[in-house]
């Protein structure tokens, strides 16, 4: 290695990209066609989050030397570390066709089968790694872990016990070894992992998750508290997530403890993140701060593109009943007298259950959803029921909304508002006369106010204070009736099902 070699090298290792860079670029501007310094010239552009220039160089030095190794794995690596699947899998299997057990290759094929959720194509890579090459960390803690995700705990925890006898400080392995343990209901031995976990790196918010949830298992809800404390302070880049499953925590401890329990925890997270909006209303929900009158948009947003992908099914299991209950009001009011053209608005439509169930009622119509979280749009759009599909908060579309509608929906939205009064009024404003608004809102059985922020975030309502916005609004109330709308924890939640039609307007003689 020459003398500059060494020194960009060096720089390297240090982390000074830039400089190693310059060292670099002039080694191959002198020498164009040494692989090595394409190839170095990429890991710099690459290190320095500059993924063309570092793929522009790594294709020279495939160029160079097509039967390098080196230069294909450093692209498959760069358009995996970039989301490009699909190149980062063009590069792996030419790989593969020279050197069929090249285990970087073979790694990183099943890193995309993981990404992509297509767990057994994953596993199935990991283990040939690992036939291959028994003493492969690596190979073994991956097919660990996807034996966690594939619920085959037994598995799992072998493949960690493997992974620690060739890495024995490996928090990875500890944590699934305690969260199998965890799931197999072996609560003891869980607790023993994870303190091992700890002992090794006392600040890796994954081990606090789930000493979480263990304690939350075996109600040591002081403890679980505690360990989900720790899991936001140590977050780093995951904070929102675990914003997320700090909120689930609280409202779990104060259903089954009572809200005095988490009231401490709540002013604290509200301290400790006095900038964060989601933190400031799952905060308040818990304090039962009055003065919320709607669901912070980044909160709703959170949930739901979190919740996006197993929404429909989450709910099947919840005895969901409210997309059916809407459509046989609608089929119930409208009967047969539809005019043309029907324009039908779903507000915060989230996967589309509601057009879903209403759409073979109405017949040909034009269909718009509305909702503020693209990944339940985008699970909307799968369903192929809506004409256009609009990524808005449901206020800020009705104020301006030109089109008039005959027919507006909202399933389950209302929960996300306390004070309906704009809501009502602009939904009134986008009806035409003797258009038909139906809707569900959950039944506040807390307190005799109009509306009441509970503890899970979600709104419940007064059905009279409805019923007064919905006459003040010009909309005559059509049906009322009590139903179980879906389960929550171990008791049903029990809301309205209402259908109001906008007076028609008689004009002046
Ligand atoms: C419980 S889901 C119901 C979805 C659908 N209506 C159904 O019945 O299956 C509530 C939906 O309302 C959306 N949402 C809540 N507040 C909203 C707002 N202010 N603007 C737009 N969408 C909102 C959420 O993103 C979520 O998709």
Not at 470 to 483: R, V
Request: hydrophobic share 40%; net charge neutral; aromatic share 12%.
């Amino acid at each position: 290695m020459s003398v500059l070699e060494q020194k960009a090298a060096a720089l390297y290792g240090e982390k000074k990209y830039p400089e190693a860079l310059d060292i670099y670029l002039s080694l191959y501007q002198k020498s164009p066609k040494t692989e090595k310094y394409s190839i170095f010239c990429g890991n710099c552009f690459d290190a320095m989050g500059e993924p063309e220039k570092a793929i522009a160089f790594y294709k020279r030095a495939c160029r160079i030397n097509p039967i390098s190794t080196t230069s294909l794995i450093a692209l498959a690596n760069v358009y995996y570390n970039n989301g490009d699947f699909k190149n980062s899998s063009k590069f792996s299997r030419k790989i593969l066709k020279k050197f069929p057990d090249n285990a970087s290759a073979l790694l990183n094929l099943g890193n995309i089968a993981y990404c992509e959720g297509d767990f057994e194509t994953a596993l199935a890579y990991y283990e040939t790694v690992y036939k291959n090459n028994h003493s492969s960390y690596i190979a073994v803690i991956n097919m660990a872990n996807t034996c966690y995700d594939l619920m085959r705990y037994v598995k799992a925890l072998e493949y960690a016990r493997r992974a620690l006898k060739l890495y024995p400080s490996s928090v990875d392995a500890y944590i699934i070894r305690g969260n199998s343990y965890l799931e197999l209901g072996r609560y003891q031995k869980a607790e023993r992992c994870l303190a091992a976990a700890v002992d090794l790196r006392d600040d890796n918010p994954w081990i606090y998750v789930s000493l979480s949830r263990l304690y939350q298992k075996i109600e040591k809800w002081d403890l679980a508290l505690e360990a989900g404390w720790n899991a936001i302070i140590y977050a780093g880049e995951a904070i929102e997530e675990q914003h997320i499953n700090f909120g689930y925590l609280l409202y779990e401890c104060a259903d089954e403890k009572g809200a005095d329990m988490v009231t401490d925890y709540a002013r604290r997270w509200k301290e400790r993140f006095p900038d964060n909006k989601k933190v400031e209303y799952m905060a308040n929900a818990l304090l039962q701060d009055t003065r919320c009158k709607k669901a912070e948009p980044e909160y709703v947003t959170k949930i739901f593109d979190t919740f996006a992908p197993d929404f429909d099914d989450t709910l099947a299991t919840l005895e969901y009943q409210v997309p059916e209950y809407l459509a046989q009001v609608v089929a119930d009011v409208l009967k047969k007298d539809i005019f043309k053209p029907f324009a039908y608005l779903d507000l915060g439509c989230g996967t589309g259950l509601c057009a879903k169930a209403v759409k073979p009622i109405i017949g040909w119509s034009n269909v718009t959803g509305v909702d503020l979280s693209r990944k339940m749009l985008k699970e909307a759009k799968a369903k192929y029921v809506y004409d256009d599909l609009v990524e808005d908060d449901i206020v800020h579309f009705l104020q301006n909304c030109q089109k008039k509608y005959q027919l507006v929906t909202a399933g389950d939205v209302f929960t996300y508002f306390g004070d309906l009064r704009v809501l009502i009024e602009e939904i009134g404003k986008v009806l035409a006369p003797g258009g038909l608004l139906v809707f569900s809102i959950s039944e506040n059985t807390y307190n005799t106010d109009d509306y009441y922020l509970t503890p899970s975030g979600r709104f419940v309502h007064a059905s009279d204070y409805v019923l007064k916005l919905l006459k003040k609004a010009g909309l005559n109330k059509l049906y009322m009736d009590k139903k179980p709308l879906r389960n929550e924890g171990d008791h049903v939640v029990y809301g309205y099902i209402i259908a109001a039609e906008k007076v028609l307007e008689i004009e002046n003689a």
